[in-house]
């Protein structure tokens, strides 16, 4: 009988209606309750997720974690730089480049990145370098 009265949580925009629900409520009742410190703060995760669609499953305050095998930031930083400053240059090209700066890095390398940052044809890099400024 309780189960048919509540909503369907387990969709997403249900979820987030019940949610948002929830943190309204509770905090209207403790906002007008004369004994606000006997009542506990509403979570943040609630929080979040009342004002953001929730990750699915995903954790939301785990911190992003680097994994040991990845390349150095820095590294990776010059990567961009010169791909963002030079965007006809092929993975050949910025490999070559990049000895020259004293980065040994392989093509398969340069296109995992470019991937990550959507940069992987030559128009997603013009456009990138435009959107940052940078004119060749």
């Known amino acids: 009988m309780i189960k048919a009265a509540l909503p369907d949580i387990y969709s997403a925009t249900n979820f987030r209606w019940f949610v948002s629900f929830v943190c309204r409520t509770v905090g209207e009742y403790i906002q007008s309750s004369p004994y606000p410190w006997l009542h506990p703060p509403i979570p943040l995760h609630l929080k979040i997720m ?23 930031e820095h590294v990776e930083d010059k990567i961009i730089e010169l791909t963002l400053q030079n965007t006809h240059f092929t993975s050949m090209q910025l490999m070559m480049e990049l000895k020259q700066h004293g980065i040994n890095v392989s093509i398969g390398t340069i296109k995992n990145i470019w991937k990550e940052e959507k940069l992987n044809t030559r128009e997603l890099r013009i456009i990138k370098s435009q959107s940052l400024n940078i004119y060749v």
Request: hydrophobic share 25%; aromatic share 0%.
């Open 50 to 72: 009342a004002e953001e669609e929730p990750l699915c499953r995903k954790r939301i305050n785990k911190p992003l974690k680097r994994s040991k095998n990845r390349i150095l």
